[in-house]
């Protein structure tokens, strides 16, 4: 089985972005989840002890702290990072999307969650020059769907920093310009 085809080349060419189902096995997205509950929990303690946030952001928005991100997920668990960022499956999507010889080197945990927790309804590409190549890859570890924290993509939206909230009200009011997709 080819985990990425041509036509996922070409929609990713096409749109700046591209979904790929169940690439990853059961048995890591299971120790991710796992990982993330514990870095949640780990983040909640460390604000009950009264100690700054560095690497980790917990929202209060909902009245219940959530995590919404955790960054440097390496240094948290090298083993199980390293295990991630060499299966067949990043490595093939790295190579395909970003060359030859490309390595995997950051991996971050952001969360959502649906309402009234912390929302996050869009996703922007990063901005770069494209004098290099990037990538960021989204790996979901529960089912998302428009109903509990999809994320509506904006294709090409990488040039550009673009005004979201402006966006959102224009797709809000006319479902203009925009693909959901879970």
């Not at 219940?64 to 295990?83: Q, V």
């Not at 080197?105 to 309402?115: E, T």
């Not at 996703?123 to 990538?135: C, E, G, K």
Request: charged content about 20%; some cysteine; aromatic content about 10%.
């Amino acid at each position: 089985m080819t985990i990425v085809s041509k036509s996922k080349l070409d929609f990713y060419k096409n749109n700046g972005f591209v979904l790929f189902e169940q690439p990853l096995p059961d048995t890591l997205l299971e120790k991710l989840k796992q990982l993330s509950n514990a870095l949640e929990n780990k983040a909640k303690q460390a604000q009950q002890d009264g100690k700054v946030a560095t690497q980790y952001h917990l929202s209060n928005e909902s009245g219940e702290p959530k995590l919404f991100r955790y960054n440097d997920l390496l240094f948290e668990a090298p083993e199980l990072i390293i295990e991630l960022l060499a299966t067949p499956a990043m490595l093939a999507i790295s190579e395909h999307l970003c060359g030859a010889g490309c390595v995997p080197l950051q991996c971050d945990l952001v969360c959502k969650y649906p309402h009234p927790h912390p929302h996050i309804a869009w996703h922007q590409d990063a901005p770069h020059s494209r004098h290099f190549a990037y990538l960021n890859v989204g790996i979901y570890l529960d089912d998302a769907n428009i109903d509990d924290g999809c994320l509506r993509y904006l294709p090409d939206s990488q040039h550009q920093i673009l005004d979201i909230y402006s966006l959102e009200r224009i797709w809000l009011e006319y479902s203009w310009g925009c693909t959901a997709t879970s």
